[in-house]
């Protein structure tokens, strides 16, 4: 009997087991659950209509294959697979003889997600009115979230069956579904772990300086020697070999509002071989600009120089062997004001030369006090902005030099009265084109009724001009009243201009040279001086701290007047380093 029994079982057909778990995508948790609940709704129900009726009829009339909702999934069969089993329950066969004849059957669960989907509906009624009453205590948005996260919490809710309403048997989100989604072209894309690429800098070759305080110090030391055919430039003059030292620094405060710079130089030289040369010259200039309220702006300015006399200059003394040092304290004050388009600017200055001793070529000293003298300027300045690149103006300047001595030792008065007008334009342009020139007259008449006036026309000018990056052209003019204690002469004026280049021709090679041009006009006489330089040289930073510089120099004087015409040609090659 137990064969025959077996054998029946095994001919008996029955549903497959991958079709009756639907091993198709993930069971949820809500899905489970509502089966659970079908299942004690339908054996309460079954336990009460079919308690007397045998297990056997209970079994025959229960479909016993799986019929998808998509027609062709699997062979066409005559059977149909029960809608009440769960997906949890084992197959049981028709006719076994252990299976309790009196126990219901057990409903399985419905073989689509549709038909789970229409079951769940009567289950989630309640659930949904309750939504439905929260939903009207809260505002619009936040009730149409609580209305979708009820939905999708409920057993087999209505955001399940909105799901499923197409018939399809859908898959279950699964973990890394976020990750397969496609990526917006539009979305901006994500930096890099390292950090975006840094921009390069605009002159690697620059000094990064040293902080000191608030201040960005940036020194520069050149060390080299000079080839020269005439060392002292003058008519006179012989080649030597000189050993050059300069010493260069600015100092740039990083104050929020105000702000400050300070400049400076020292150029030492000794005779290497050749002629004696042994001098030293050098400036300091510190500049403070302060904005003051009711768009007022002070500048004011504060310098020392220190060089000895040039031998070509008018008042050299022939015969010495070290013409005297000439040193200038000069400082200045100015205030700036705006009002709508109109710009006014009064600025006073103050300079004293004094002088130092001439040592001659006997040993003895020759006194140069009756040189020694201090300017006082004020000069008034009116613009007006016709846009903000141009800026046309007028300008006058009144001043008085005052002699230390009001006799000097030929019974000459030298203090003289100062007046001067000039127009021009201020450009600025940017980087492109800024600075500004003008042109006028200026005058200094002298106190003693023998010597004329100084007089004559000004020029000025400071330009700067790119006119690509890596290029700089600058342009300068400068016109200044020379006095003189030489009997009988009032002085002369003083033409100076330089036309300057500067090409990056890499990042670690530059290339400068300049023109120059002076003329020298003194009064009293037909008298002029003409003087032609030119120079060119190269820099090549062998890192950001050090370089080899090199340049070549000729410098000419032409004058009508006998003694005064030399020619210096010089090469020079060192050794530069900043910080």
Same mark, same amino acid.
């Given at each position: ?35 659970? &609940?079908?299942?004690?709704? &339908? ?537």
């Amino acid at each position: 009997m137990l064969l025959t029994a077996s054998a029946l079982a095994l001919l008996r057909p029955a549903p497959a087991f991958s079709q009756e778990t639907e091993l198709r995508g993930e069971v949820s948790e809500s899905a489970i659950l509502a089966d659970q &609940q079908r299942k004690a709704r &339908q054996l309460r129900a079954q336990g009460t209509q079919d308690q007397n009726a045998p297990a056997s009829v209970v079994q025959d009339t229960a479909p016993t294959t799986y019929q998808p909702a998509s027609p062709g999934a699997v062979p066409d069969d005559d059977h149909t697979a029960s809608a009440s089993d769960s997906v949890f329950d084992q197959p049981q066969a028709a006719n076994d003889p252990l299976a309790d004849t009196k126990a219901p059957a057990k409903p399985r669960r419905p073989s689509t997600a549709k038909q789970r989907a229409l079951n769940a509906k009567a289950d989630t009624k309640a659930n949904t009115k309750t939504a439905d009453k929260s939903k009207a205590k809260k505002k619009t948005g936040e009730a149409t979230d609580n209305t979708t996260t009820a939905a999708t919490a409920a057993p087999g809710g209505q955001a399940d069956a909105a799901a499923t309403d197409d018939g399809s048997n859908r898959r279950a989100v699964t973990i890394d579904s976020v990750d397969k989604q496609k990526l917006d072209p539009g979305q901006e894309r994500t930096g890099s772990i390292d950090g975006q690429k840094v921009k390069p800098e605009e002159d690697p070759f620059a000094a990064p300086g040293v902080r000191i305080g608030t201040f960005l110090f940036r020194p520069t030391l050149e060390q080299g020697f000079t080839a020269t055919s005439n060392a002292d430039s003058s008519s006179t003059g012989k080649s030597a070999v000189l050993s050059e030292t300069a010493l260069r620094f600015t100092a740039t405060s990083d104050w929020r509002e105000n702000s400050a710079l300070i400049t400076g130089y020292g150029q030492f030289r000794n005779t290497v071989s050749g002629e004696k040369i042994n001098d030293a010259q050098g400036r300091i200039e510190g500049q403070l600009n302060v904005d003051l309220d009711n768009e007022l702006r002070a500048i004011a300015k504060l310098g020392y120089e220190a060089a000895p006399e040039s031998a070509s200059s008018p008042d050299a003394i022939a015969g010495v062997t070290q013409q005297p040092l000439r040193q200038t304290v000069d400082g200045s004050l100015g205030v700036e004001k705006s009002v709508g388009k109109m710009r006014y600017a009064l600025t006073g200055a103050v300079s004293h030369d004094f002088y130092g001793d001439a040592e001659l070529s006997n040993g003895t000293t020759v006194s140069q006090k009756d040189r020694d003298s201090t300017l006082y300027t004020a000069t008034l300045r009116t613009g007006y902005e016709v846009s903000p690149a141009l800026t046309p103006f007028t300008e006058v300047e009144a001043g008085r030099r005052v002699y230390d001595l009001r006799t000097d030792t030929d019974g000459f008065q030298r203090s003289s009265t100062r007046l001067g007008a000039r127009a021009g334009l201020e450009l600025d342009m940017g980087e492109k084109l800024s600075g500004e020139f003008s042109a006028g007259w200026l005058r200094e008449a002298i106190d003693d009724s023998r010597l004329p006036a100084v007089a004559g026309p000004s020029i000025n000018a400071d330009l700067k001009w790119s006119p690509e990056r890596g290029t700089t052209i600058g342009l300068t003019g400068k016109t200044s009243v020379e006095t003189t204690t030489t009997a009988g002469q009032s002085g002369d004026i003083l033409y100076s201009s330089r036309l300057t280049g500067e090409r990056q021709i890499r990042a670690n090679l530059t290339a400068n040279s300049a023109l120059g041009l002076d003329w020298r006009d003194y009064t009293g006489s037909d008298g002029h001086d003409l003087i032609l330089s030119a120079e060119a040289g190269l820099t090549w930073w062998l890192n950001r701290y050090a370089g080899v510089t090199t340049r070549v120099r000729t410098e000419k004087l032409t004058s009508n007047l006998p003694g005064r015409d030399y020619t210096a040609n010089s090469v020079y090659l060192g050794l530069k380093v900043q910080r």
